[in-house]
């Protein structure tokens, strides 16, 4: 076979290479579009809750654990590849002193902790797109529910203060870094905080149910809203990468069609060379 045949070859495998990429970019893209109107939206709720929670916690003071908490780290990797070094980041974000115990979503994230020193209480599948969200957030309730120091939260008995310290490791690009959030115990007190209104809130409840329902409201919703803005990273990410990857294909495409007409060239000089040879000899 000739060499422009096989660059011709070559380019036709790098356009279908190209063609997959370019249609993964426009996904990525068709993501972080939905996404960024979910992750409004739950960033609105979870305002709200927490508006609602510091009023409430103005006039009402709730009984604080004095014994040791159990700090968790949940690390929010990506669960699909072409991101470039997200889960190496997260992991590498991780202070040894300040958590005993590591929950991992991500299968890509949960095969990089395998050999961690830290305790990997958790691993949890990672969700692809938005629509994916509400069923791993489910499994990491029930993981968190079933950690033994896990109380005050997702509907538990024991209304008492948490003694389970969670906090969420994620990748937050208007942040531009990794952002660690802690979710539980929830509502920290702001010491420069001004009381709003000079009346306690009429509740239909006990301070302590209310408190409890209101925690577990927020659990939803702040994670909800972490989930989202985690993936809309992970897919700004993949949008960079694909479009890095397809540049560099378009690149190398150009290059080999260069290279290939140079080659076509040559041969047909060698048979226009080799039919006067010919003809000269006849």
Known sequence: ????????????QMEEIRSI??????????????????????????????????DFLDFYSLPIADEKVTPICILLGAERGFCGDFNESLI?????????????????????????????????EGASAAEEVPVILNRLIDAISSLPDS???FNKADNAAPALQLTVAYH?????????????????????????YGNPPVLNLEPDEFFS???????????HEIFYISLMAENQRRLQHL???????DDETGNLRRKSQIYRQEEITEEIEVILLNSEIN
Do not use: W
């Open 213 to 223: 329902d209101l925690t577990d409201q927020y659990l939803f919703a702040a994670l």
């Open 92 to 124: 590498n974000a991780i202070l040894p002193e300040t958590c005993s115990g590591i929950i991992a979503i991500g299968s890509r994230l949960c095969s990089r902790l395998a050999d961690h020193p830290l305790d990997l209480v958790a691993t949890i």
């Open 151 to 153: 109380r005050g939260g």
């Open 1 to 12: 076979m000739s060499q422009s045949r096989e660059l011709q070859l070559h380019i036709a």
């Open 21 to 54: 990429l370019n249609s993964m970019k426009n996904l990525a893209l068709i993501e972080i579009h939905k996404l960024a109107r979910f992750q409004t939206m739950q960033g609105q709720a979870v305002a709200n809750i927490e508006k609602a929670a510091l």
């Open 172 to 196: 937050d690009n208007v942040a531009g870094q990794i952002t660690r959030r802690q979710i539980l115990p929830p509502f920290p007190r702001q010491p420069q905080r001004t009381q709003v």
């Open 243 to 249: 479009e890095g990857a397809v540049k560099h294909l």
